[in-house]
């Protein structure tokens, strides 16, 4: 399946990319500039070394995808690269059901799949980019050493 990059990701224009990884910095010491965010609110960033890495919020993780842009830029004509970053069946389903990004906004997950949360239309709902990568920085921190199968219990309160 064929899609356009900005099909894929977030416009950036009048996102204010300061702050945006303050909740990150326990797992994030190397960033030096936002590349893109993706439309699943996963972020790809260029490092102090020229690597791309990608921050997959979904399970807080880190990876080097790329050794540089050039690379980076290349795999995207990769549908499997594509598909594991991007999910755009998901992006698609998501649409079809009328569900919509309004600006600022990517889909966020109501539970966490690192929680054992599902890649569903009925687990995802629009959320402020700011608001997405600070709370699922502050549960990624405190879940970060606990065993896999760890039973969790967030209380979120106002």
Known sequence: MDYYLDELIINLNGINAAGLMDT?????????????????GDLFFIGYDDCIYWLATDMCDLSKVA???QEFYSFLN?????DNWFMPQLLK????????????????????PVLGGEYTVNNLKPVDVKIHFEFIGIIGEQIKDL?????????IVD
Do not use: R
């Open 24 to 40: 990150w910095l326990w797992l994030i010491k190397d960033f030096k500039e936002i590349l893109m965010i993706s439309k699943l």
């Open 67 to 69: 050794d540089d842009k």
């Open 78 to 82: 990769d549908d499997e690269k594509v």
């Open 93 to 112: 389903e998501l649409e079809d059901a009328c569900i919509y990004l309004g600006d600022h906004q990517v889909y966020s997950y109501k539970k966490m």
């Open 147 to 155: 065993p896999n199968g760890t039973n969790v219990k967030i209380k």
